[in-house]
C-alpha cells in the first residue's frame, strides 16, 4: 500500500504550466522508423523523406509532445504524488487528433490530472493532455492511463467519467491480418523519440517490475498497429486517422514478431487487437481507430 494515496483529492484535477515541445522532419522521420516505417513499404517515401509533397509524421507522433507530464510526476511536481518511475506502466492510451501535424513546428502543452483510481493492487492515475500549434489551436489531445504497481488499497474510487472505452474485437475473422518482425534493438530505438524510461533499456530496471528483461514501449507497438490500420484501411494517409484507443494488456519483448487482427466495424471505425506471434499473447486489446475521408 502506498501512503501517499490519501492525498489522491489534493492531486485530482491538477493542472499544469505551459510546456513546449518543438520538432523538426528529422524527429518525424527517427519516430516514423521507430515504429517501423521502411524503404521497402510502398508509399514509404512520404514518411522518410522531407522533401515528398506529402510528407508528415506517422498519426500516433501525436503521442510525444505531452510526455512532458512524466518528468513533473516523477521529479514531485504534482502536490500529492510522489510515483517511483521503476513502479509505472503505461496501462492504457487515447488520442485525438484535431488538425493534422506538419512536418515540423512547435506545440504548447498542458497536462491535467483527471482522476485517480483505486485498483486494489494499484493505482491508476488518468492524465490528459492538451496540445496547441503556434496559432493557438488545439491540435491534439490525450488521455494516458498509468497503472502504479502497489499503489493501491486505501479505498478511493474504481471508476471514473472521464474514462474513454476500449472496444472488444469481434469473433468473427479479420478484415485484414498483417505481421511485423520487431528489431531486438526496437526499444532503444524508440528511445531516442523521447520515452526514456529504464525499463526498456535496463535489465536491472525491468526486474524490478518482474520482467526477465527490458520490454517495447506500448507506445511503439501501438504505433506499428496504426501504422498497419492506416495502411489496410485509410490509403496510407496519416491525414485520415483522426482518432484512437488502445488498451497494453502484455509486454512485448523486442525480437518478437507482432500480427495486428483488424475489423471494419464501419465506414469511419476499424477495431483491432496485436498478438505477439511467439507466444499467442494479447499485447494490444480492445484497440479501435476513428477514420475520415481527407485525404492529402
Not at 517501423?36 to 508528415?56: I, K, N, V, W
Not at 510526455?67 to 509505472?88: F, H
Not at 474514462?163 to 518482425?181: H, W
Request: glycine content about 10%.
Amino acid at each position: 500500500m502506498w501512503p501517499l494515496a490519501m492525498d489522491a483529492e489534493l492531486a485530482t484535477g491538477y493542472q499544469s504550466e505551459p510546456y513546449t515541445f518543438s520538432y523538426s522532419s528529422k524527429d518525424a522521420i527517427l519516430y516514423n522508423l521507430a515504429v517501423g516505417s521502411s524503404t521497402l513499404d510502398q508509399d514509404s517515401l512520404r514518411f522518410l523523406y522531407e522533401h515528398h509533397p506529402c510528407f508528415a509524421p506517422l498519426p500516433t507522433f501525436g503521442v510525444l509532445p505531452g510526455l512532458g507530464w512524466l518528468d513533473t510526476l516523477v521529479t514531485g511536481g504534482v502536490p500529492g504524488i510522489s510515483v517511483d518511475l521503476a513502479k509505472v506502466l503505461h496501462g492504457e492510451q487515447y488520442m485525438k487528433v484535431k488538425k493534422p501535424l506538419p512536418a515540423g513546428g512547435k506545440l504548447t502543452n498542458v497536462f491535467k490530472i483527471q482522476d485517480i483510481l483505486d485498483k486494489g493492487r494499484g493505482m491508476v492515475l488518468l492524465v490528459g493532455v492538451e496540445s496547441k500549434n503556434e496559432d493557438g489551436e488545439v491540435v491534439l489531445q490525450n488521455q494516458v492511463s498509468l497503472f502504479i504497481v502497489g499503489a493501491g488499497g486505501w479505498g478511493g474510487p474504481r471508476s471514473s467519467i472521464h474514462t474513454i472505452d476500449i472496444i472488444k474485437s469481434p469473433s468473427r475473422v479479420p478484415d485484414a491480418s498483417l505481421e511485423y518482425q520487431t528489431s531486438v534493438d526496437q526499444a532503444a530505438l524508440y528511445r531516442m523519440t523521447g520515452d526514456l524510461n529504464p525499463l526498456h533499456i535496463s535489465p536491472e530496471a525491468a526486474s524490478l517490475l518482474g520482467f526477465q528483461t527490458p520490454i517495447l514501449h506500448g507506445l511503439c507497438s501501438l504505433g506499428i498497429s496504426v501504422r498497419q490500420v492506416m495502411a489496410s484501411f485509410a490509403g496510407n494517409d496519416p491525414a485520415r486517422v483522426c482518432e484512437m484507443k488502445v488498451r497494453m494488456s502484455k509486454p512485448v519483448v523486442p525480437g518478437q514478431k507482432l500480427r495486428t487482427d483488424m475489423w471494419l466495424e464501419d465506414e469511419e471505425k476499424v477495431l483491432f487487437r496485436t498478438t505477439v506471434v511467439e507466444t499467442g499473447e494479447v499485447c494490444l486489446d480492445g484497440g479501435w481507430v476513428r477514420i475520415v475521408k481527407t485525404t492529402c
